[in-house]
């Protein structure tokens, strides 16, 4: 469990909790048909289907489901939260101007389904759509059969996921009808002013600042566009080479993940800005290479939606007897930067300290541990997802899968730590300023991690640990019957465009 400490801290409950609203709140009906706009991931104004058909009748409530379990299960922890009450913060300050303004449910999906039933009987309530873990799936499913066989629910769909009539045949061609779709209008002005029976905003806001963490990536619309903008001004210039190297990636991604992840800008809009800019664009390789990520973004995070058991099984059922036994020591070296082969500490404790780090490395790091250090995934995905503010469950288990060789659809890369090491960082500068212990010494020795006495001592021995990876997983993959099952995995996942 990723946050005991966080859990400790908020778990008291707030002065307008549920159980203080049963008393005060539950033996009044209400008498307007209030429209009810619940957010959980689409953090923003703009472009947004629930606040935007919510708000056309211009009485209308708006709840960001608090909900401690969620924040603590796997994966999720206070870096992410901290991000979310930027994107909060922001959204609370731009209702304003719509005469409306943030409550807090704290509680379940349940708790609040009860709520509703009592309070609002007659209220209409809308959702956007969000592919999420097991816990906020059942919470969501149990909520929408509360609603069963009534229209009062409306779910919207999410960018550009398939949820219903999935077919990964038509997938494409619908992702991009589906980016080329006007863009919502902002939400209209509420004409009536809400009761706050629930929580206000700033007072959530009071009892949260206690599990902020400082010095990771700013949330919020504003600073997705600010990204948006130099992105296309200048940044993407050399984009696609840059993106492999850690220190030259900080500056040349666009950097835009944790906003995607939240929702404070929709993807659509990215897509059509994007559009719009190509034409006079220097970098129309770079920003080709761009608009390819936005639609894996949706591919991947199709995988989850259309198998929710991926959360905790390999894609390929063959794979999940690969690596049975748990090394806690091996997976604490790992997880805290001290392997011994410094490229691979320094993108740890670069990732620890700045809560993101580019593809390449992610892509080497779950390597480093699925191969060389042969850890089952299901062990050391939740501990690596908790390091990322753009923590996204439907990117992070499916890529996890692939860089570990258990989704049997697509070719084991086992990425050399060494290789990496020399050839992003050939003089070493960026290892040395992670690693200032290493000041003194020859590139060459930190790109082999043959430094004896110098530094600690390399976890395990990279030739045999990839020999034996190597060996292993190609023996499995060269049978009939997990070739059979191979395809059974590409005709649910695989993309067409490969085929
Ligand atoms: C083991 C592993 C775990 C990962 N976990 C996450 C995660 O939890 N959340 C997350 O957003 N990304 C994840 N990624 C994908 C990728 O590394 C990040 O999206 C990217 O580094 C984010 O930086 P950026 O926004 O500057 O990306 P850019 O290169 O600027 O790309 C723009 C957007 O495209 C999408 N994108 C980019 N690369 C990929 C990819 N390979 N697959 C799917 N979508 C992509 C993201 O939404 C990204 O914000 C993971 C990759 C690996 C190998």
């Known amino acids: 469990m990723s946050l005991p400490y ?100 704290e509680g379940s999906y349940q708790d609040l389904s009860d709520f509703i039933e009592i309070n609002y009987p007659q209220s209409k309530i809308h959702l956007n759509h969000s592919t999420d873990t097991s816990y906020y799936r059942n919470q969501i499913s149990k909520f929408k059969d509360t609603f069963k066989g009534s229209t009062r629910l409306k779910v919207y769909e999410d960018f550009g996921i398939q949820t ?44 949260s600042k206690k599990n902020i963490q400082k010095g990771f990536q700013q949330g919020g619309t504003k600073a997705a566009n600010r990204l948006l903008t130099s992105f296309f001004e200048n940044r993407s210039e050399g984009y696609s080479k840059k993106m492999s190297s850690p220190h030259e990636a900080e500056e040349s991604c666009s950097r835009l993940s944790p906003h995607i992840a939240f929702g404070s800008i929709s993807i659509r809009e990215i897509y059509q800005k994007l559009e719009a800019h190509y034409p006079q664009s220097n970098f129309k390789k770079d920003l080709y290479s761009f ?29 999940d007897d690969l690596r049975p036994l748990e090394n806690k020591e091996f997976i604490d070296r790992w997880i805290n930067g001290e392997t011994g082969f410094p490229f691979m500490d320094a993108c740890m404790l670069y990732l620890r300290e700045k ?44 890529q996890v899968q692939m860089q570990s060789g258990v989704t049997g659809i697509n070719l084991p890369r086992i990425y050399s730590v060494n290789k990496q090491s020399s050839d992003q960082d050939p003089e070493a500068k960026w290892i040395k300023q992670i690693i200032p212990t290493l000041n003194d010494i020859d590139p060459k020795k930190i790109h082999s991690a043959d430094l004896h006495t110098t530094y600690i001592s390399p976890v395990v021995d990279l030739k045999e640990s990839s020999k034996y990876a190597r060996d292993t997983i190609w023996s499995i993959r060269k049978g009939d019957e997990f070739k059979k099952i191979a395809r059974s995995v590409y005709h649910k996942h695989g993309s067409r465009k490969r085929s």
Not at 71 to 83: I, T
Not at 187 to 204: R, T
Not at 291 to 317: D, G, V
Not at 360 to 372: D, L, P, T
């Open 6 to 105: 966080f859990n400790c801290l908020i778990v008291d409950k707030f002065p307008y909790c549920y159980s203080k609203l049963n008393r005060v709140k539950y033996s009044r009906a209400h008498l307007f048909e209030v429209d009810i706009i619940i957010l959980h991931k689409n953090l923003r104004l703009e472009d947004n289907s629930a606040l935007f058909y919510g708000s056309l009748n211009q009485n209308y409530k708006i709840i960001y489901v608090y909900d401690s379990h969620y924040w603590s299960v796997d994966g999720r922890s206070p870096r992410q939260f901290s991000f979310l009450l930027d994107c909060l913060k922001e959204v609370q300050s731009n209702l304003k101007e719509l005469n409306s303004s943030l409550e807090i449910f």
């Open 355 to 398: 809560g993101w780090i580019n593809f390449r490395m992610r892509a080497m790091i779950m390597s480093f541990a699925s191969y060389n250090l042969w850890q089952p995934w299901q062990s050391t995905s939740p501990l690596l997802g908790e390091l990322f503010v753009d923590y996204e469950p439907g990117i992070h288990i499916p």
């Open 291 to 319: 608009r390819k990520r936005l639609y894996w973004h949706c591919h991947f995070i199709q995988k989850l939606e259309t198998e929710p058991a991926i959360e905790f099984n390999s894609m390929h059922s063959m794979c």
């Open 164 to 207: 219903e009539h999935f077919n990964r045949d038509r997938w494409s061609f619908d992702w991009n009808k589906q980016m080329r779709k006007r863009l919502h209008d902002l939400p209209k002005s509420n004409l009536f002013d809400q009761s706050k029976d629930l929580m206000e905003f700033d007072c959530f806001l009071d009892r």
